[in-house]
């Protein structure tokens, strides 16, 4: 497999090289807003590690991202008074992988609302700060 790429978008977010509506952190994960949501809220669970994707990361470190993606996902479900959530995460190009830091992909749904397609609609720098503000508030009240 390839190696990973200490480069990679992620990876500058996770060094504050670059910017990311944060809305969860510890020392083994980070959660923060995707920037071309699919749905309102649309947020991404990586491991601080380096982790290419699934087929690499350490079992542990998958394990932690899962529970962090479980709290965002009840989060997500009061601040946008949800219906259901829905969870991707992709690994390599033929799995459907753009960025090469393993992420899950925990994402609010409501009753008969389609995604929107990938890579469609960016979102407004107001839009992700407001949407980051709730689940940041729905968190402190899990
Ligand atoms: P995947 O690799 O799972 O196919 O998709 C990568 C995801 O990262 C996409 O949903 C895309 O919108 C998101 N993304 C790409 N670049 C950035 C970025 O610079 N910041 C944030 N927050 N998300 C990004």
Not at 43 to 64: C, E, F, Q, S
Not at 122 to 127: C, I, L, N, V
């Amino acid at each position: 497999m390839t190696a990973y790429d200490p480069n990679n978008i992620f990876a500058k977010i996770l060094r504050g090289e670059l910017p990311a509506h944060r809305v969860y952190e510890d020392d083994r994960a980070l959660a923060f807003l995707d920037i071309m949501p699919r749905a309102a809220g649309h947020t991404l669970v990586i491991p601080k590690n380096p982790a290419r994707n699934l087929l690499d990361v350490d079992p542990a470190d998958l394990g932690h991202v899962a529970t962090v993606a479980q709290r965002i996902a009840r989060a997500q479900m009061k601040a946008f008074a949800a219906d259901g959530i829905t969870l991707q995460q992709f690994n390599e190009t033929a799995g459907g992988q753009v960025v090469f830091h393993l992420h899950v992909h925990v994402i609010p749904r409501h009753d008969g609302v389609a995604l929107r397609p990938p890579a469609t609609y960016k979102a407004s720098q107001d839009e992700l700060a407001a949407a980051a503000d709730k689940i940041r508030d729905a968190l402190k009240n899990l």
